[in-house]
């Protein structure tokens, strides 16, 4: 261990950078390189230059270095800006860069105004002086405490968590310039509360995060959050929490802010793991019990005040309870005191408990008992139905199909439970309640006549899936219409746009799988009509795991109820989706499945659906001829029943394979019908994915202008749509126009973008061959060493995948960047495992491209495959060359069709395991090491075609 040598600056922000940097080496204990390497994921010579070389170090190799060492992301972030300004280069006397500044870092600009997320402060919010005071010491604390300042607010149910948490967020407002942010985690919902990952996608979209830009999976949102909050003020208030899991990951890193936890639980870990401060929150005291009643009723507590201290009782003190008590007594003027309190004292005996011997529960249960007696009963029928949604919120159409009733009665029931304080309107047509009140609803509902409750269930059900598919046929007009007629008494929503169809599916999703997870009484065709619905909205929203859960679902039920043609249907969608995350076997497995079943039962028009997902997953796995078979297959199924979107689609799936076999006027042909189609019907996504493929034609019959001019016009598209998926693929395909230009720079920066959108989504094979490209920049800018991580990581990918395409591209690429290294023997193993592999495939184009990149070595060199000096062979020991790692495994054979090569990860302390657990961290350990200044949009990067 020892210090590592330092660049020659002159004052300015470069030289206090690097200052910075070298003393949080030091405190770090003086790692070395190759220490530092392991952890970060690249080589020891890239960690070298960035403490060494008299230039600013790219901010996503340096976030990661910071990192390493245990150091202040957000403060670096600053110090890297200073230090990045064009205006400083003369000041530091480094020279001017030779290509275009890279762009801004990886943070997207703050909303234009600071979130202001709480809920409304409490009417009349009466004591708890104690615990206030408790609350403002913390908060003098926060500047000058190292760590963030994180409260826990803890006691029974309807004691006043929220209620304090609101209230004392509010009166410190001003402390929090940056905003405040709130979510309620219904930890104690009997169905369904909201998971880390939900609750983060709120709060990363409410920073100024776009929908499509939200990272997938969870360690990636909570890493993004936890950027986006470094160096803000800001006040967290996450209600109602059931454990410390479900509130780990919503945590920031920042000491600058306040975090506040409400709970029913003590939330012990929460304590001892992360230095929470615990307040506990008991009863109110009688005066303050006495107080409020005095407060929300007037000067009938003064006038009674034995019968308001008998009433405070019978609600065991409780702010909920007392508080829908005296909305009933304000409500009732004429009653006494005295008279309310002897109705409500018997109810306790004739309700069972919610939480036995918990005598808090039984006084809750009981005001909201006597609560409901005093409404009118269509009203108190109402808030019992109501009990069968098992979503967050719903609207008034909603409300409606519950109830049975038309839009005006609906409004006045809605308000009867508004008034009552038994339903909250927590903004525009959008309504919700209490924890309590719905368990409570929901346990009235358990008891309704089953004829009642399962009528109610399907009026509400039958109002969604209208809806949904309204919505549907609005925001994706190639959307077939459900093959039974949906029977729905409520109106289903009318759409005049696509995104407002997009928002009303946006904004229900969590209502709509809540729904098909809780399907019951006869609910399981509701799954499966569901699941067909909402299946081409998953998939260009990117909800992938979402849809994996319905589909599967459907699929267990469509089999539970002896549906063959529904859960051959499932299985094909279940092909879909598992190809959108790279899981190309399981996706020809279900694809399979779902082919077997439906050609048993003749289900013609599902056929097309199957053959066509299963051809595309033959077309990731390089069986072309496959490919051509299946979608061909489903070409004539499409016409058979005039499906024209189908027939669109399979068209331009059929230009793909043909393309890769090298027939490039039928792959145009076919790319032509499918535009026209799309066109005919209104599909601008169709048009522009094939304006990809019709670009990729042109290219390769050496056409680059008009494959730019295609390539061009899908970018325009797919922003114009919102397709990110799209813009990834044009930004791919544009950029291997830019090498071939020479336009290094411009390419570079359209990879990164790429690799941003792939990464955010888990969208591996868009990772794969966006590091493939960066691979072949970074050679072409003589940095070998990088170049060769890059592509080897893209090949391993692939492997991982069975991604065919992109795989073989790599290793020609890679054949290319180790022979520019001086490695002749090591670039012809890449060329011929390229070479059989396309020649499995049936790939002319890249099996002449090997073929010509292995004429052009020198002469001497062993036509037999020869293992680099990175590799170990199959059946031998385990051999480490370049830089000890190990690349590829051979056979002996002289070129066998089986010759495989199992590359690895070129950073060792990551390279155990398979790809396929590759974790979150690893994954952005690989891909930050070429992002540049500013991360790039976050969405699907999938590689030459989508």
Known sequence: MAELPRPDLPDGPVRILFDHLHELHHRAGWPSLREMAREVGCSHTTISAAFSEPRTPRWGLLELVVETLGGDTGEFHRLWLAASRPSDSPETGLPPPTAAPPPRPPQPAPPPVPPRELPADVVAFTGRDRQLAELDVLLARTGAAPALTLVAICGTAGVGKTALGVHWAHRVADHFPDGQLYVNLRGYDPEQPVRATEALETFLRVLGVAGPDIPHGLPERAARYRTLLAGRRMIVLLDNAHSVEQVRDLLPGAPSCVVVVTSRDTMPALVARHGATRINLDLLAPGEAHALLGTLIGDRVTTEPAAAETLASRCARLPLALRIAAELAVARP???????????????????????????????????????????KPAAHAFTLLGLHPGAGLDRRAVEALTDVDPVTARSLIDALLRAHLLDQPGGDRYGMHDLLHAYAAERASQLDDGVRRAASDRLRSYYLATTWAAMRTAFPGTAPPDEHTDAPTPPIGFETAAAALTWLDVERTNLLALARTATDGGGRFSCALSAALAPYLDARAHYHDAVVLHELARAVAHVDADPRAEGRAYARLCTVHRRLGNYRDAVAHGERALAIQREIDDRSGLGITLHQLGLAYWRLGRYGTAVTCIEQALAHFREHDDHGGEAAAAYGLGIAKFQLGEYAAARAQHERALDIFRRIGDRTGEGRTHNNLGLVAQRLDRPAQAREHYVTALGIAREVGNRTGEAVALINLADLDVQDSELAVARHRYEAALGLGRHLGYRVGQADALRGLGVVLGELGQHEESVDHLVNAVALCQDLGEHETQVRALLDLGHAVRRAGRPAEAATHYRLALVLSSESGDRHAQARAREALAELRPGIDPAPQPPATSHRRTGAPTTGMSGRPCQTLTSSPLPLTIRLDYRLRSSSHA????????????????????PARKPPDLVGCGWRW
């Open 334 to 376: 004429w009653t006494s005191l005295t008279e309310l309190a002897q109705e409500l004292d018997d109810e306790p005996r004739r309700l069972d408990l919610l939480a036995a011997g918990d005598d808090d529960h039984t006084a809750v249960r009981a005001v909201f008992s006597w609560s409901l007696r005093h409404l009118s």
């Open 912 to 931: 155990a395991g398979s790809m396929a657990a590759t974790t979150a961290s690893h994954t952005r350990k690989i891909t930050n090491l070429t992002t």
